[in-house]
């Protein structure tokens, strides 16, 4: 439940987090984590942040809402799918994602727990 109107800016994220290809800024507010990430044209996660995470496929789930761009994302079944501006997408632990075309893709989120 929201007990206290509050906001922050991504203008001044708590955290940014660069990457090969992309950076990530972090915003904490009411106990819940929101993101903010943009990638650029050529970024693969499991070439770009996977060995980061001692893994070839992402293992968090993720529930965002795309901004800008697009950029496509296969499971582990092999379930394949493009996400455009305005989409918002509910996605499994177990993928690799990647810009799809010569755009940056920047997305929103807020971390799912485990």
Known sequence: ??????????????????????RAERVELGGRTFWRSTVEPGWLFSRDNASELGTDRCPNPHRL?????????????GTRKTLEQGDVALIPPGHDAWVDGDERAVFFEETLGT
């Open 65 to 77: 809402y795309m901004l800008a761009g697009r950029m496509t994302v296969e499971t582990d079944d």
């Open 1 to 22: 439940m929201v007990e206290e109107f509050t906001v922050k800016s991504f203008g001044a994220p708590d955290e940014t987090v660069s990457f090969d290809n992309g």
